[in-house]
Protein backbone atom coordinates (compact mmCIF):
# COMPACT_ATOMS: atom_id res chain seq x y z
CA UNK A 1 0.00 0.00 0.00
CA UNK A 2 2.96 1.97 0.46
CA UNK A 3 6.21 2.40 -1.66
CA UNK A 4 9.37 4.32 -1.30
CA UNK A 5 10.98 5.12 -4.31
CA UNK A 6 14.71 6.57 -4.38
CA UNK A 7 16.65 7.73 -7.44
CA UNK A 8 19.37 10.27 -8.39
CA UNK A 9 22.56 6.89 -7.26
CA UNK A 10 25.75 7.34 -9.54
CA UNK A 11 29.81 7.18 -10.12
CA UNK A 12 31.00 10.80 -8.94
CA UNK A 13 34.24 11.70 -8.75
CA UNK A 14 35.86 12.46 -5.00
CA UNK A 15 34.68 15.97 -4.28
CA UNK A 16 31.68 16.19 -6.75
CA UNK A 17 28.14 16.12 -5.57
CA UNK A 18 25.05 14.31 -5.81
CA UNK A 19 21.19 14.64 -4.95
CA UNK A 20 19.06 12.18 -3.92
CA UNK A 21 15.55 12.08 -4.01
CA UNK A 22 13.24 9.34 -2.32
CA UNK A 23 9.20 9.93 -2.98
CA UNK A 24 6.66 8.12 -0.69
CA UNK A 25 3.20 7.13 -2.42
CA UNK A 26 0.24 5.25 -1.83
CA UNK A 27 -2.19 5.23 0.84
CA UNK A 28 -0.65 7.60 3.75
CA UNK A 29 -2.29 10.11 5.93
CA UNK A 30 0.55 11.49 6.91
CA UNK A 31 4.63 10.86 7.39
CA UNK A 32 6.54 11.01 10.58
CA UNK A 33 9.82 10.75 11.19
CA UNK A 34 12.41 10.47 7.64
CA UNK A 35 15.71 8.94 7.13
CA UNK A 36 18.54 7.95 4.90
CA UNK A 37 20.97 4.65 5.79
CA UNK A 38 24.02 3.73 3.52
CA UNK A 39 25.50 0.23 3.80
CA UNK A 40 29.08 -0.77 2.33
CA UNK A 41 30.04 -3.90 0.78
CA UNK A 42 31.03 -5.62 3.78
CA UNK A 43 29.42 -3.42 6.95
CA UNK A 44 26.52 -3.26 8.25
CA UNK A 45 23.95 -0.67 7.51
CA UNK A 46 23.97 2.90 9.44
CA UNK A 47 21.76 5.81 9.61
CA UNK A 48 23.43 8.72 8.12
CA UNK A 49 20.72 11.48 8.58
CA UNK A 50 17.25 11.74 9.74
CA UNK A 51 14.73 14.51 9.50
CA UNK A 52 11.51 15.05 11.89
CA UNK A 53 7.95 16.52 10.55
CA UNK A 54 8.83 19.88 12.05
CA UNK A 55 11.79 19.92 10.29
CA UNK A 56 14.32 18.93 13.09
CA UNK A 57 17.83 17.08 11.72
CA UNK A 58 20.34 14.71 12.84
CA UNK A 59 23.91 13.43 11.21
CA UNK A 60 26.04 10.76 12.08
CA UNK A 61 29.46 12.12 12.62
CA UNK A 62 31.29 11.37 9.23
CA UNK A 63 29.13 13.20 7.23
CA UNK A 64 28.13 16.70 9.07
CA UNK A 65 28.84 19.51 6.81
CA UNK A 66 28.86 17.88 3.59
CA UNK A 67 25.22 15.68 3.95
CA UNK A 68 21.98 18.09 4.16
CA UNK A 69 19.05 16.45 4.62
CA UNK A 70 15.44 18.12 3.71
CA UNK A 71 12.23 17.35 2.94
CA UNK A 72 9.29 18.19 1.24
CA UNK A 73 6.27 17.62 3.19
CA UNK A 74 3.51 18.57 0.21
CA UNK A 75 5.84 15.90 -2.44
CA UNK A 76 6.08 13.19 0.68
CA UNK A 77 9.52 13.53 -0.93
CA UNK A 78 12.90 13.54 1.27
CA UNK A 79 16.71 14.61 -0.51
CA UNK A 80 19.97 13.83 0.62
CA UNK A 81 22.21 17.01 -0.74
CA UNK A 82 25.73 14.90 -0.89
CA UNK A 83 28.97 17.42 -1.46
CA UNK A 84 32.89 17.18 -0.87
CA UNK A 85 32.14 13.12 -1.45
CA UNK A 86 35.04 11.07 -0.13
CA UNK A 87 35.22 7.57 -1.56
CA UNK A 88 34.42 6.43 1.85
CA UNK A 89 30.81 7.60 1.15
CA UNK A 90 30.58 4.59 -1.39
CA UNK A 91 27.64 2.55 -0.43
CA UNK A 92 23.64 1.44 -1.06
CA UNK A 93 21.39 4.15 0.05
CA UNK A 94 18.17 3.70 1.71
CA UNK A 95 15.78 5.73 2.16
CA UNK A 96 12.94 5.05 5.98
CA UNK A 97 10.02 6.68 6.92
CA UNK A 98 7.74 5.95 9.33
CA UNK A 99 4.14 6.50 7.98
CA UNK A 100 1.04 6.54 9.44
CA UNK A 101 -1.24 5.33 6.16
CA UNK A 102 -4.64 6.57 5.48
CA UNK A 103 -7.63 4.74 5.94
CA UNK A 104 -11.02 5.28 3.40
CA UNK A 105 -14.69 5.42 5.93
CA UNK A 106 -17.78 4.32 4.29
CA UNK A 107 -17.81 8.73 3.84
CA UNK A 108 -15.00 7.86 1.97
CA UNK A 109 -12.90 10.46 4.23
CA UNK A 110 -9.41 9.51 5.37
CA UNK A 111 -8.49 8.67 8.52
CA UNK A 112 -5.46 7.82 10.43
CA UNK A 113 -4.50 4.53 10.60
CA UNK A 114 -1.24 2.94 12.28
CA UNK A 115 2.50 3.69 11.67
CA UNK A 116 4.33 1.31 9.90
CA UNK A 117 8.24 1.73 8.78
CA UNK A 118 9.19 1.45 5.21
CA UNK A 119 11.83 1.41 3.46
CA UNK A 120 13.16 1.66 -0.10
CA UNK A 121 14.98 -0.02 -2.50
CA UNK A 122 18.41 1.37 -2.34
CA UNK A 123 20.21 3.74 -4.94
CA UNK A 124 23.92 3.00 -5.63
CA UNK A 125 26.26 6.25 -5.52
CA UNK A 126 29.89 5.69 -6.07
CA UNK A 127 32.66 8.12 -5.43
CA UNK A 128 35.80 7.01 -7.49
CA UNK A 129 38.33 8.71 -9.46
Known amino acids: QVQLVESGGALVQPGGSLRLSCAASGSIFSIYDMGWYRQAPGKQRELVASIGCAGRTEYTDPVKGRLTISRDNAKNTVYLQMNSLKPEDTAVYYC???????????????????????WGQGTQVTVSS
Open 96 to 118: NADIFICIPTVEAVCVRGPKGNY
